[in-house]
C-alpha cells in the first residue's frame, strides 16, 4: 500500500520547504490539505516537492515508472479573516463522507494542528 509512503513523507516536505501543513487528509486516491506558505516561497514549488518525492517513493517501493500524480493541483486561497478550523475539519471528515471509516479516530493518514 502506498498511503504510509505519502503519510511519512509530508513531514519532509514541511522541514525542506518552510511550509506548514495545517489539516491535512490523505485519500486512497487524492491528497486534501490546509498549508500555510512562507512568505518567500512559492506554492508550485512545494507541491511539487511533495508529489515528486512520494511519487519516487512510490514507484521504488511497488516496482513501478511513470507518473503517480496528476500533473496539475487545485488550489484557493483563504482570506486573512477566513475560519481555519471549520476548513481544518471539513477537510479531515473528507474519509467520513467517502464512508471509509464511521470515526475519523479509525483513519490513520490526516493530521490537524487545530484537533
Not at 500500500?1 to 522541514?15: D, T
Request: proline share 4%; with cysteine.
Amino acid at each position: 500500500m502506498w498511503l504510509p509512503i505519502v503519510f511519512r513523507l509530508v513531514s519532509a516536505n514541511e522541514a525542506k520547504t518552510r511550509a506548514s501543513w495545517l489539516a491535512w487528509v490523505l485519500m486512497p486516491d487524492h491528497f486534501h490539505g490546509l498549508l500555510k506558505v512562507p512568505e518567500d516561497a512559492e506554492l508550485s514549488c512545494i507541491i511539487q516537492d511533495l508529489k515528486g518525492r512520494s511519487g519516487n517513493a512510490i514507484n521504488k517501493t511497488l516496482g513501478l515508472k511513470g507518473a503517480c500524480w496528476q500533473s496539475a493541483y487545485f488550489d484557493r486561497a483563504l482570506r486573512r479573516n477566513q475560519d481555519r478550523l471549520s476548513i481544518a475539519r471539513y477537510i479531515v471528515a473528507n474519509p467520513l463522507r467517502a464512508k471509509l471509516v464511521e470515526s475519523i479516530r479509525q483513519y490513520p493518514y490526516w493530521n490537524s494542528v487545530f484537533l
